[in-house]
């Protein structure tokens, strides 16, 4: 080894050194071997995912001194395998190797399927829920404990737990794109909060953390759970549940190869309670397999996507917006501007500019990506993302059962949403103009490099906002099984059980009645926080704290 080498600072890796002491995992192809799990397991609380949700309920439930088994269809990665290449990372960490989308084929939508679910690849911006959303959630959902004075000391726990804090770097300069422009045009930049410890501002977050940095469930609480003896089964699949009467009586479910082959022979798992976090999507998929009952045939409906617009400029300046923490800066000055039920609101952040994101989520195809590429040190990248959910004409996706049992979504993008998608189109152009873009081009079919605002007001102005032509994603997936105080109006009850069956409780971003119209995961780890400490309460008797 050279002397070069043998100084170069070495990086934990809490996945192998857990392994190595002995952690309870199955499933995985780690050292090239496949460790089948026993044909039948039985446990306290079977876990499915191990996303924001599962993650926060495992380390809760097993601190109460519960015996869990957390079942998780993705595979096992930590960052001595996350190498900052997206070649790698959408293949082996994300929902259908990154290219899950709409049924209409409008929307791509990333999900994490990893342990550590979306947590392991998201962005790290942490956001408390808005008021005005806890608001609606009261008075149309019933939900009158979940006030922001009541939530209070559950986002406290999980700031604690998770390290999250306001960013106290610099913002990368593609974010000061935005502070700039934000403050010239009167939208108030704010610094954002994240969830980091100790990080390296590599600008890697969405494809796996590579110094841990990221207080992801793949170093949070997954870990914290497996050292108080939880069970992990890795790329094994959620079949459907066994239910009988009003119960669950097991799991049933199918270890796969990482492309979701099944991999050996099904096994079932049996359990006193069943925490479902597979995320939205995922999880009224499994509820529909099983048969699971939806009296008011509310299960897998009002999904929300957050749909989101984009707008890339080229700057005098380089941007090298593929560097440094992706998202440190936002304005919510245009998500206040009507009210919560009126024409849709929106707020503006930055993504990372990895170059296969860039080249493939910002329009335009073919010979009109050259230019893109030599403009890419310089490209800035905006979006507004869209809260969904508060208005009639905002009803959200519904989810259905393709031909194999995979889930899929439906989801329109209506006139109500497309409107929204030009005013924010015209409020990222303006904003990059005026942080000194020399060119704006919005994410639409039909739009070209704009070298002014004038020329860029009058150009957005005639493009026709439709489906297709407006290019449209999202990375936040909510809704689906949703919370209400009556079972007429929501699939699970305010204690997160659902309305019918009796011992089987849902803990993950499927609750939500709404989209939150901010980056989900803190509301995600505080209603799970929420939900597991009172959930081990009844089944321990115990009473657990996060932090
Ligand atoms: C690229 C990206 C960037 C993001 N950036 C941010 C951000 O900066 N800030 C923020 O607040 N939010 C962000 N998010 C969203 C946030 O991470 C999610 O809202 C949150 O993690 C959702 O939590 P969850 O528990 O509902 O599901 P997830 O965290 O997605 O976990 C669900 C897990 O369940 C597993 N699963 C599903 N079905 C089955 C089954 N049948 N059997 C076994 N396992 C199953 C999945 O593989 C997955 O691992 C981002 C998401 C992505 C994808």
Same mark, same amino acid.
């Given at each position: 080894?050279?002397?070069?080498?043998?100084?170069?600072?070495?990086?934990?890796?809490?996945?192998?050194?857990?392994?190595?002491?002995?952690?309870?995992?199955?499933?995985?192809?780690?050292?090239?071997?496949?460790?089948?799990?026993?044909?039948?397991?039985?446990?306290?609380?079977?876990?499915?995912?191990?996303?924001?949700?599962?993650?926060?309920?495992?380390?809760?439930?097993?601190?109460?001194?519960?015996?869990?088994?957390?079942?998780?269809?993705?595979?096992?990665?930590?960052?001595?395998?996350?190498?900052?290449?997206?070649?790698?990372?959408?293949?082996?960490?994300?929902?259908?190797?990154?290219?899950?989308?709409?049924?209409?084929?409008?929307?791509?939508?990333?999900?994490?399927?990893?342990?550590?679910?979306?947590?392991?690849?998201?962005?790290?911006?942490?956001?408390?829920?808005?008021?005005?959303?806890?608001?609606?959630?009261?008075?149309?959902?019933?939900?009158?404990?979940?006030?922001?004075?009541?939530?209070?000391?559950?986002?406290?726990?999980?700031?604690?737990?998770?390290?999250?804090?306001?960013?106290?770097?610099?913002?990368?300069?593609?974010?000061?794109?935005?502070?700039?422009?934000?403050?010239?045009?009167?939208?108030?930049?704010?610094?954002?909060?994240?969830?980091?410890?100790?990080?390296?501002?590599?600008?890697?977050?969405? =494809?796996?953390?590579? &110094?841990? #940095?990221?207080?992801?469930? +793949?170093?949070?609480?997954?870990? !914290? $759970? %497996?050292?108080?003896?939880?069970? =992990?089964?890795?790329? &094994?699949? #959620?079949?459907?549940?066994? +239910?009988?009467?009003?119960?669950? !009586? $097991? %799991?049933?479910?199918?270890?796969?190869?990482?492309?979701?082959?099944?991999?050996?022979?099904?096994?079932?798992?049996?359990?006193?309670?069943?925490? %479902?976090?597979?995320?939205?999507?995922?999880?009224?998929?499994?509820?529909?397999?099983?048969?699971?009952?939806?009296?008011?045939?509310?299960?897998?409906?009002?999904?929300?996507?957050?749909?989101?617009?984009?707008?890339?400029?080229?700057?005098?300046?380089?941007?090298?917006?593929?560097?440094?923490?992706?998202?440190?800066?936002?304005?919510?000055?245009?998500?206040?501007?009507?009210?919560?039920?009126?024409?849709?609101?929106?707020?503006?952040?930055?993504?990372?500019?990895?170059?296969?994101?860039?080249?493939?989520?910002?329009?335009?195809?073919?010979?009109?990506?050259?230019?893109?590429?030599?403009?890419?040190?310089?490209?800035?990248?905006?979006?507004?993302?869209?809260?969904?959910?508060?208005?009639?004409?905002?009803?959200?996706?519904?989810?259905?059962?393709?031909?194999?049992?995979?889930?899929?979504?439906?989801?329109?993008?209506?006139?109500?949403?497309?409107?929204?998608?030009?005013?924010?189109?015209?409020?990222?152009?303006?904003?990059?103009?005026?942080?000194?873009?020399?060119?704006?081009?919005?994410?639409?079919?039909?739009?070209?490099?704009?070298?002014?605002?004038?020329?860029?007001?009058?150009?957005?102005?005639?493009?026709?906002?439709?489906?297709?032509?407006?290019?449209?994603?999202?990375?936040?997936?909510?809704?689906?099984?949703?919370?209400?105080?009556?079972?007429?109006?929501?699939?699970?009850?305010?204690?997160?059980?659902?309305?019918?069956?009796?011992?089987?409780?849902?803990?993950?971003?499927?609750?939500?009645?709404?989209?939150?119209?901010?980056?989900?995961?803190?509301?995600?780890?505080?209603?799970?926080?929420?939900?597991?400490?009172?959930?081990?309460?009844?089944?321990?008797?115990?009473?657990?704290?996060?932090?």
């Amino acid at each position: 080894m050279s002397q070069e080498q043998s100084n170069k600072p070495k990086i934990a890796d809490p996945i192998k050194e857990g392994l190595a002491r002995g952690w309870k995992v199955f499933g995985t192809e780690l050292d090239g071997a496949f460790r089948a799990p026993p044909a039948q397991l039985d446990c306290d609380v079977l876990i499915v995912g191990s996303g924001a949700g599962a993650g926060i309920t495992a380390e809760l439930l097993t601190k109460a001194g519960l015996k869990i088994i957390i079942v998780e269809e993705g595979p096992l990665r930590s960052s001595s395998d996350f190498r900052q290449l997206e070649a790698e990372a959408y293949g082996q960490l994300y929902q259908e190797a990154g290219g899950r989308k709409n049924t209409e084929q409008t929307m791509p939508i990333l999900q994490g399927r990893c342990v550590g679910g979306s947590t392991t690849v998201n962005w790290a911006g942490a956001f408390r829920t808005p008021a005005s959303t806890l608001e609606v959630w009261a008075s149309k959902y019933g939900l009158s404990d979940m006030t922001p004075a009541a939530l209070g000391p559950w986002f406290e726990q999980v700031e604690r737990r998770l390290n999250i804090g306001e960013w106290m770097g610099e913002p990368n300069a593609n974010n000061d794109v935005l502070r700039r422009g934000a403050l010239k045009i009167g939208a108030e930049p704010v610094k954002m909060h994240r969830n980091v410890k100790g990080c390296w501002n590599l600008g890697s977050c969405g =494809l796996g953390c590579p &110094t841990n #940095a990221k207080q992801s469930m +793949l170093v949070t609480t997954i870990p !914290a $759970a %497996l050292d108080l003896g939880a069970t =992990l089964l890795v790329q &094994t699949r #959620a079949q459907r549940y066994e +239910l009988q009467g009003d119960r669950v !009586a $097991a %799991l049933i479910c199918q270890p796969i190869h990482l492309n979701g082959d099944a991999n050996g022979a099904p096994l079932r798992i049996t359990a006193k309670h069943f925490v %479902l976090a597979g995320g939205a999507i995922n999880s009224p998929a499994l509820l529909m397999r099983s048969g699971a009952p939806d009296p008011h045939k509310l299960l897998g409906k009002r999904t929300f996507l957050h749909p989101t617009l984009v707008s890339s400029a080229v700057m005098p300046e380089a941007v090298q917006g593929w560097a440094g923490a992706p998202m440190s800066v936002f304005s919510d000055h245009f998500l206040h501007q009507h009210p919560v039920d009126g024409p849709v609101g929106f707020k503006l952040e930055t993504a990372p500019v990895h170059p296969a994101f860039a080249m493939t989520n910002l329009g335009g195809f073919g010979a009109e990506l050259g230019p893109r590429v030599k403009a890419y040190p310089h490209t800035h990248v905006g979006i507004a993302l869209l809260r969904d959910g508060f208005h009639a004409e905002s009803p959200g996706g519904t989810v259905s059962l393709k031909s194999d049992g995979s889930a899929a979504l439906a989801y329109t993008l209506s006139d109500y949403l497309l409107e929204g998608a030009r005013r924010a189109h015209l409020s990222m152009a303006e904003l990059q103009f005026a942080a000194g873009a020399k060119t704006v081009r919005p994410g639409h079919e039909q739009a070209a490099d704009y070298g002014s605002w004038e020329a860029a007001k009058a150009a957005i102005a005639r493009l026709d906002y439709k489906p297709f032509l407006t290019v449209v994603g999202s990375a936040h997936v909510m809704g689906g099984c949703s919370l209400a105080a009556e079972a007429s109006r929501g699939v699970v009850q305010p204690d997160g059980r659902h309305w019918q069956l009796k011992n089987l409780s849902v803990h993950d971003g499927s609750l939500f009645p709404t989209s939150i119209g901010a980056n989900p995961q803190v509301t995600v780890y505080t209603l799970a926080a929420r939900l597991a400490t009172g959930l081990a309460q009844s089944l321990s008797g115990k009473a657990v704290q996060l932090a």
